[in-house]
């Protein structure tokens, strides 16, 4: 029996006496994907011709090895998905489109444009997820699309938000797999507006629109994402936390928590369960915002430790989605993949870790201090023999071990890239 065997079968056995059957744990654990972002291994350039962010997205630093086209990009990803134990996915938007040269206008992407994209993920044994962008483009550049004034320019991104429907439908039947297809929108004021209710109107006629395309299976989950404000949407956004919250209770679809999209000091985890009653599932994007909506590389922090927290307790990883939102093109954008990613998966283990019954059952009795007692001693229990046991099973370095294979690719791979 090796060490981490032994370390493993002690920790088993502290768990046991506490109602925790870990081997249990890291079965299901296992089963739970995180959706690994696109976006990150390319400062959210994408390859549909953008030359330039827009709509309140920034990526800032110059870090070397950036993947310049599809091709450096899926391999990145493969080489991450190595060092990143349990079930991925990968979350793509509809930038990444890849039409061999031709100009295709959002508007007329079809699903043969993501062809390449589902070959590689069939061979990965992974699963898709999509986004529309409205973003990054010429008819964007006013920070206004899908309630844009214009009606011809709203045309323009209702028919791009179908047709990524349309594409999401065709990953889902192709992989025979869900898929999460998340609406965000930039639609917002910088300075303070006369009229907050017109923009909301249009923006809900374009949304009405878009889904009233009835596709042909539930394979397809829609979601909508609010957002607190963003750069150049500082006084006003139109798709709102609360508009969003209402629109996707009437629809009965989904909606989606971004970590950044939120003041600092407000609780997603605490949104989970009173949301779960209305909508039939969520999405929640890992990131973490500094001050604001800056984006940075979520870390195993106390705010995802407490969304984890929440979806265990409530037993609701089949109606929770994660996945990464973030870039930073200060760092080597693998290294950013895979901090991420592990993160998760940790603050995941943690809260599978946490005697949750014993809790409920002094709460139950009224004895709040015995239960803040096991949430503080669940702290010091031998959650890393745990969490090397799962690492190695599923054949992942465990601990830093990861960053020198990062550091060889960069060196092998990424430094060619000039």
Not at 326 to 337: C, K, L, M, T
Request: with cysteine; net charge negative.
């Amino acid at each position: 029996m090796s060490r981490t065997e032994q370390e493993y079968k002690a920790a088993r056995e502290t768990y046991a006496e506490l109602g925790i059957d870990t081997d249990q744990v890291l079965k299901t654990l296992s089963s739970i994907p995180v959706s690994v972002h696109c976006w990150q291994g390319d400062d959210v350039i994408g390859f549909d011709g953008a030359t330039s962010l827009s709509g309140g997205i920034l990526a800032t630093g110059n870090y070397p090895g950036r993947a310049r086209n599809a091709e450096e990009l899926r391999a990145d990803a493969a080489f991450a998905f190595t060092q990143i134990p349990g079930k991925k996915r990968f979350n793509l938007h509809a930038m990444y489109a890849e039409t061999g040269g031709a100009k295709v206008e959002r508007s007329s992407i079809e699903p043969r444009h993501f062809d390449n994209w589902i070959a590689w993920a069939k061979e990965q044994k992974i699963g898709l997820d999509f986004n529309p962008t409205f973003m990054s483009h010429p008819l964007a550049e006013s920070g206004w699309t899908l309630a844009h004034p214009d009606s011809h320019i709203r045309s323009f991104w209702i028919e791009h938000g179908k047709a990524s429907r349309r594409i999401a439908q065709a990953i889902a039947d192709t992989l025979k797999d869900f898929v999460v297809n998340n609406l965000w929108v930039p639609d917002g004021s910088k300075d303070m507006p006369a009229d907050r209710l017109g923009p909301r109107l249009r923006l809900k006629e374009s949304l009405d629109t878009i889904y009233a395309e009835k596709l042909p299976n539930d394979r397809v989950l829609d979601c909508v994402e609010s957002k607190l404000f963003g750069i150049g949407s500082e006084s006003y956004v139109a798709g709102s936390h609360e508009f969003y919250l209402g629109y996707a209770m009437q629809k009965a679809i989904g909606i989606c928590y971004d970590m950044g999209h939120f003041h600092p000091t407000e609780s997603i985890a605490d949104k989970i369960s009173a949301t779960l009653l209305y909508v039939p599932y969520l999405v929640v994007h890992a990131s973490r915002g500094i001050h604001w909506d800056s984006d940075h590389i979520i870390i195993w922090n106390d705010a995802l430790t407490d969304i984890c927290r929440e979806i265990v307790r409530m037993r609701v990883w089949d109606r929770v989605y994660l996945a990464l939102d973030y870039f930073d093109a200060s760092v080597n954008r693998i290294s950013a993949w895979i901090i991420g990613s592990r993160s998760t998966q940790r603050a995941l283990l943690y809260a599978f870790l946490e005697p949750v019954e014993a809790m409920r059952s002094e709460e139950e009795r009224g004895d709040f201090g015995a239960r803040l007692g096991l949430i503080e001693e669940a702290r010091s229990l031998p959650f890393a023999s745990v969490w090397r046991y799962y690492c190695e099973t599923q054949d992942v370095p465990y601990g830093p071990a990861w960053i020198e294979d990062v550091k060889d690719y960069e060196k092998k791979v990424l430094s060619k890239r000039g």
